[in-house]
């Protein structure tokens, strides 16, 4: 590793025992898990108690933010609060973010609205970028940009 350079995950990402490859199952909802994933849930939660508590709180946070915004605000401070006191280190300053912006969380729960659509838009462009290898012209990438992201339904002959 280069100096200066940290490591990403940090020391806690190899604590305790391999999980056997649950890193799936941890990432699922708990709805759309398979009979096997359930089974490695189990197993986690009989032998790694720190790696089962950020599940659950990982599910608790996904289930407030599926409330509506006057049901959400108790349970989303409760929530900041349980991470904050959890003591595992990667939701303690989640705990502490989501409590500094709790107000623009009920919002985002209010309207409705993200980001999503914009991200996506983004990571096209830069896929159609990666893609050209550099142009000659700056007006041909700003025109693939517009026919790949511009809504243009063009139906080729034949197909």
Known sequence: MARGQKDRHGPERRQGPDQGGARWALLKNEGDL???????LECIANTNETLWEAYKLKERLR??????????APLLRQWAADAFLSGIP???PLGEKIARRHFDILRTIRSGLSNARLEAINNKIKTTIKMGYGYRNLDNLISLVMLKCGGLGLQLPGR
């Open 34 to 40: 398979a009979a096997g994933q359930k089974a490695q």
């Open 63 to 72: 289930m407030i933010l599926k409330q509506t915004a006057d049901k959400a």
């Open 90 to 92: 990667g939701s303690v």
